[in-house]
């Protein structure tokens, strides 16, 4: 098959090809494997197969979960991970299961159930990304997806602050493991980047970069210097070019600061809150209407004026006659 | 339910008044120790069964005294809601990762002659413990029909009076099939389950290679974790013995569960 391998994904920002972690995990997967995959921001879950985005097509091969995909890849013999002996295989199941375990609900928990981040950072990105109708939904249902996450695995007795206490003790366990595994190296094997190296990557680049309002994790994993080192390494090495465009709107945005403060970076998606607004009022005001009586709709009353009108007319035509 | 995610419910209570206090932590272990837990032939099912037997495992290597007390509501006294749990002198602490760092802060420890990569490779391996293998276990019990009806109704329901076996047993259910849902189990088919099982298994046995334990000559942390998980996964009779026979697959995990049981277990109920 030479079909172009596609990948559809959550758009970049903060100098990051992709915000989302399933995204950035492929695509640094294929990076690294060196994989030809053309990748296209869609930010739009809704045609996606499972209602989730990264998509990833090759021909009439359509997948949308990391090991899934890097399972593809690896039988199309982009692989990673060639080079490692079987224990360090069994390393690399271990430590994806570490993240997946005790990082990942901190994560969602710093996106989406911390209310400051979640209001004045997350919603508006994603809201602002999303095509018109869907924003109003996904981010909602990103946010109830989160929350039902937390509320499954603790008991809701316990005090929120004491949960979110917990969930970050554990997030920065976790990366303080991490942080002492990487120790000086490149990456997690040595000189090479592997799919550990993917997984971590997708894990901790969006925690770093993203500009929290409430930033107690981050400043954590800011304290962990190789770690930050890793993630800008594989940033620059890798994805340069995201790099680059983000200081270029980053410098644009500086220039053109003062006009633009009000207008369009206050709120996402004016157009379509307006348009909303408009059917809204309208709606509103033509029930008002019909309610009062001020506007009249009797198709039957017309027909029986119609005919007493005829009936006029005909009297009027007798009483000539006679 | 063993989870590391789940777990630490409990140190949050005992944060402020156990943990960190400076009496307790120099107090040297009690000798009327007790490890409450549910009934072990009419009652307790595979993922409590697995967890109880950690803890056992752990307490017997770390050399401390105690002594089982099986109770029906076991569950229901402990504070975070799961089993086992001890109560040492003032303290109740529940399940594995608390009772490790309470026992870490009397100075007692299994892992304190491991340098840090390998303290943070004990900690990944046994986090793909406490994800894969609790939750395979959680699936087969509360997740497979067959399984459900015959051996984990019965066997929960055992101790409650008539209609409260049906209503707990279904909102216990209701409880794991959510928790799994989150985490991503929900849509998995039992061969799905298996195959995640066999790869962890396969990472472990990888791991492990022909050492004794884990990680040398000593017994650690997760020794007595995999102990634990397997001991139990190999023993509990269930109408589909396929869980257990992928564990069979791997000889040197075998090796690892007759040692620590020979070592710690066997010896100690010998007198």
């Not at chain 1, 030809?36 to 009439?60: A, D, E």
């Not at chain 1, 009249?296 to 007319?313: A, F, R």
């Not at chain 2, 634990?228 to 564990?247: E, K, Q």
Request: hydrophobic share 40%; aromatic share 12%; proline share 7%.
């Amino acid at each position: 098959m030479n079909r172009p391998m596609e990948l559809n994904i959550w758009g970049g920002d903060w100098g990051l090809p992709s915000v989302d972690l399933h995204c950035l995990e492929v695509m640094a997967f294929a990076k690294f494997s060196g994989a030809p995959l053309q990748t296209y921001v869609t930010n739009n879950p809704f045609w996606t197969p499972k209602g989730k985005l990264p998509v990833f097509k090759h021909g009439k091969q359509v997948l949308s979960s990391f090991p899934e995909i890097s399972a593809y890849l690896k039988k199309k013999n982009f692989n990673a991970d060639f080079g490692l002996t079987p224990k360090q295989c069994a390393e690399v199941v271990a430590y994806t299961q570490l993240l997946k375990g005790q990082l990942y609900l901190a994560l969602q928990y710093v996106w989406w159930v911390d209310t400051k981040n979640y209001i004045e950072l997350i919603r508006p990105w994603y809201a602002k990304a999303l095509p018109f109708p869907c924003n109003y939904y996904y981010p909602g249902s990103y946010e109830r997806e989160a929350k039902k996450h937390l509320e499954a695995l603790y008991d809701q007795d316990d005090d929120p602050q004491a949960i979110e206490t917990f969930v970050y003790r554990e997030a920065e366990r976790c990366i303080n493991t991490l942080s002492v595994r990487l120790g000086d190296e490149d990456f997690f094997f040595g000189s090479h980047p592997t799919s550990l190296d993917a997984t971590v990557y997708a894990y901790l680049a969006p925690l770093l970069k993203a500009p929290f309002p409430s930033p107690a994790l981050q400043n954590h994993l800011k304290s962990t210097s190789n770690l930050v080192k890793f993630v800008v390494r594989i940033t620059q090495r890798y994805f340069p070019y995201s790099i680059q465009e983000y200081e270029a709107k980053k410098s644009a945005a500086g220039g053109a600061r003062g006009k633009t403060t009000d207008s369009e970076s206050d709120f996402p998606n004016r157009r379509g809150c307006q348009i909303l607004a408009g059917l809204f009022a309208t709606a509103a005001m033509t029930s008002y209407a019909l309610y009062t009586g001020l506007l009249q709709v009797s198709i039957k009353d017309e027909m029986d004026e119609n005919i007493e009108d005829h009936e006029d007319l005909i009297h009027a035509a007798e009483d000539t006659e006679e | 339910m063993p989870s590391v995610l789940l777990t630490e419910s409990l140190t949050l209570e005992l944060g402020g008044t156990g943990i960190n206090d400076h009496f307790s932590a120099h107090e040297p272990w009690p000798q009327d120790v007790k490890l409450y837990q549910p009934y072990e032939v009419e009652q307790i099912l595979l993922p409590d069964n697995a967890n109880c037997l950690a803890v056992q495992a752990f307490l017997k290597m770390c050399g401390l005294d105690f002594e089982v007390v099986p109770r029906n509501n076991a569950e229901y006294m402990s504070p975070s809601g799961r089993v086992p749990f001890i109560r040492c002198g003032a303290f109740v602490i529940a399940e594995l990762d608390p009772i490790i760092s309470f026992v870490n802060n009397k100075g007692i420890s299994l892992s304190e002659k491991l340098d840090n990569t390998q303290k943070a490779d004990m900690r990944a391996y046994m986090s793909l413990v406490n994800t894969v293998l609790a939750n395979a276990e959680l699936y087969v019990t509360w997740c497979d029909k067959t399984t459900l009806q015959e051996v984990t109704k019965p066997r929960f329901g055992s101790v409650l009076p008539w209609p409260l076996n049906h209503i707990i047993t279904w909102q216990k259910r209701g409880q794991v099939v959510k928790k799994l849902g989150v985490l991503g189990w929900g849509p998995k088919t039992l061969d799905e389950v298996y195959q995640e099982v066999e790869n962890c298994c396969n990472a472990l046995s990888e791991r492990l290679e022909n050492q004794p334990y884990f990680f040398g000559n000593r017994p650690t942390e997760l020794d007595a974790l995999v102990f634990g998980h397997l001991f139990t996964i190999l023993t509990t009779p269930l109408p589909n013995n396929r869980f257990a026979s992928i564990v069979r697959g791997y000889p040197n995990l075998i090796e690892l569960c007759k040692l620590v049981e020979k070592e710690y277990f066997e010896r100690r109920s010998d007198p």
